[in-house]
């Protein structure tokens, strides 16, 4: 029995059982009521209590006499107490049996929880009362929470798991939460997605325990960075996920965010050394009711992705545009594998000739890609085939293309001098890249000497030492190397010695600002200064105008390219050009009338 102190004095008078003549067990069904260990007493439609076992009273922790006369309603929960009177309001009506898992008042130390059954009882007199019986359910209840709880929980780092995130956007989606006062602030809602850059080296340099360490510690840095409103979830690896509500604008997600990278940027100390992480976080936010789940995470997984794609370490917010050019990529990815098969990419030739002849001293492969009907630009593809990896499968493919067309060429009397290939950096660093030129040319039987590989700075710089190894192994062969677009990389003029290269292509931005800019003509007249002293073929592409090319004339340009002498042609065009005259073939080789200084 209770050790606290009861008045009772206050407690209601006693209600004599048999004086109700409404008593529905007779002595030896009473003796096993008590037995049972049960709740069990009768109650009036309003919940009044009439008779209680001594059970009862030991187990609600109330004197049985307190218990006479008093509301079953008091002895519950408030979050319950209109559940209980609609189940004995609706028991006293129709005379169905009911059940409810019911909360009682907390206090004095009786069960949380108890399994509360109604059923009507019509004693032989007439008069009708409410029988209920219950269990005490605290432990079950107890441990369906637990079991719930950690169902939404990342063990490893104690923040909630993907399906917590999930339940939490469906409480938003059903309009559960938008309600709630901890809401004033703004009913803007915001899911940020963030990868650790870099985990995987961590892990496998540092091994999976300090991984884990510092996945533990980020997801305690996330706690301690948001709101605790704010939710923080793991979605599994590196992934993490931000659920963010109650925001008055877009800004307000982005500044949590800021706070976010900056806090992950701080070093963590892992077996005694500090180690840094940066992270990319994709940002989906909308200003009303959230949609479904998975187009949250779609949303904020596209803008993670572009996030990482701009060189991580930021944020970048979902748009419909940037869900437009992904969507673009997404489906140039996709036709591309087939566009591959079915032969839909060709190779046009753009004559590269003497700046005071006009005549042709070279040619260069330009890819093209005719996808339905439609000319789809190497700008778009090529960065797409050089993330989906189909660039060295192409990249190959235009090095042989490109190797035979020059031999059939030579064979029906039009000698093109050299034949200039562009190669990208994820072809060039790929193991097989020697491999695939040499039996280009070996396929084609051409001379290396007559294949010019077109490389910009940043491959080169990406890794020198590998870079030039290779450049000197395929120099061996014969191969020469121009740098394309000039001018809009590194230009750290020390590797220019480094490297065997032939000739610097003149960007194309510069030769179009030459004429208005003085600027412009300046680089220009340094780069072919430049090319002069290294010994190298000074090429300027994108030439337009008669000016540009006299300019470049007089300045010395060894070769120039562009629209003021002829556009990419299909082998076919380029072919009956030739023969009615429009394009000439030059003489002379280029690359012999320079001697490397
Ligand atoms: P790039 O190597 O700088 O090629 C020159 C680009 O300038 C070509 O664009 C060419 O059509 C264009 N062009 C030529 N003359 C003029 C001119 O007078 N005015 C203007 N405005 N443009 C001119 P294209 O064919 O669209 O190629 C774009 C880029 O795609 C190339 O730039 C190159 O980086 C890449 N690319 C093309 N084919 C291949 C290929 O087979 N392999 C690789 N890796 N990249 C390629
Ligand atoms: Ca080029
Ligand atoms: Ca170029």
């Known amino acids: 029995m209770t050790a606290l102190a009861y008045d009772v004095a206050l407690a209601p008078e006693p209600a004599d059982r048999r004086a109700h003549g409404a008593t529905p067990a007779g002595g030896e069904a009473w003796a096993l009521l008590e037995a049972s260990g049960a709740l069990a007493m009768w109650v009036d439609a309003q919940g009044r209590i009439l008779e209680a076992t001594e059970t009862t009273a030991d187990l ?19 979050e319950s107490r209109e559940r209980v009177a609609q189940m004995l309001n609706g028991c006293a009506h129709d005379g169905a049996a009911r059940r409810e898992r019911v909360r009682m008042a907390g206090g004095i130390g009786g069960p949380d929880w108890i399994d509360l059954r109604v059923s009507q009882h019509t004693a032989s007199n007439g008069a009708r009362t409410l029988l209920l019986f219950g269990h005490d359910i605290t432990d079950w209840v107890e441990s369906q929470r637990e079991l719930t709880e950690r169902a939404f929980l990342d063990p490893l780092t104690g923040v909630g798991n993907r399906a917590y995130i999930r339940k939490r956007i469906e409480e938003y989606t059903s309009g ?28 496998d340099s540092l091994g999976h325990e300090f991984g884990d360490a510092l996945l533990k510690e980020v997801g305690a840095r996330l706690q301690d960075t948001v709101r605790t409103r704010h939710s923080v979830a793991r979605l599994g690896g590196d992934e993490f996920v931000l659920l963010l509500d109650g925001l008055a604008s877009e800004a307000d997600a982005v500044r949590i965010l800021e706070r976010v990278i900056h806090v992950c940027r701080q070093p963590f100390l892992l077996g005694g050394c500090h180690v840094r992480i940066t992270t990319s976080i994709g940002l989906a936010y909308s200003a009303g009711a959230p949609q479904s789940e998975s187009q949250w995470l779609r949303r904020a997984d596209l803008a993670m992705y572009e996030a990482k794609a701009l060189g991580k370490n930021r944020y970048c917010v979902y748009t419909s545009e940037l869900d437009r050019r992904l969507d673009e990529q997404f489906r140039i990815e996709q036709s591309m594998f087939e566009a591959v098969q079915n032969g839909e990419f060709l190779l046009h030739y753009q004559p590269i000739v003497w700046p005071d002849s006009g005549k042709i001293c070279a040619v260069e492969a330009l890819m093209r890609w005719e996808h339905a009907g439609e000319a789809i630009r190497p700008d778009i593809f090529i960065p797409v085939a050089e993330k989906n990896g189909l660039i060295k499968h192409l990249g190959a493919w235009a090095l042989r293309c490109a190797c035979a067309q020059l031999a059939a060429w030579d064979a029906q009397g039009i000698h093109v001098g050299h034949m200039s290939v562009n190669v990208s950096a994820v072809q060039f660093l790929h193991p097989n890249f020697f491999d695939s030129v040499r039996a280009a040319i070996q396929d084609a039987g051409i001379g290396a000497d007559r294949l010019v ?61 030459m004429i208005d800019s003085p600027h412009a003509r300046t680089i220009v007249s340094a780069v072919l200064s430049l090319a002069r002293e290294l010994g190298l073929v000074a090429i300027a592409e994108g030439v337009e105008t008669e000016a540009q090319g006299d ?9 120039v390219q562009g629209w003021r002498y002829a556009r990419a042609l299909s082998p076919a065009d380029f072919e009956n050009s030739v023969l009615d005259g429009t394009l000439v073939m030059g003489q002379g080789e280029v690359f012999t009338q320079r001697v490397a200084a």
């Open 60 to 78: 609600l922790v109330y004197p049985l006499d307190y218990l006479r006369g008093a509301s079953l309603l008091d002895l519950v929960a408030l």
């Open 176 to 203: 559960q939460r938008l309600a709630q006062p901890g809401n004033a602030a703004g009913q803007g809602f915001a899911l940020a997605l963030m990868d650790l850059d870099g985990f995987k080296n961590i892990n």
């Open 453 to 513: 590989l077109e490389i910009t700075e940043s491959v080169l710089m990406t890794d020198p030492k590998a870079a030039e190894q290779l450049l000197l192994s395929l120099r061996a062969l014969g191969i020469r190397f121009a740098v394309d677009d000039f001018g809009t990389g590194y230009s750290s003029l020390s590797y220019l010695r480094r490297f065997p290269l032939s000739a610097l292509k003149v960007d194309r931005s510069f030769v179009a600002d």
């Open 551 to 559: 300019l470049l004339a007089a300045q010395g340009c060894d070769l």
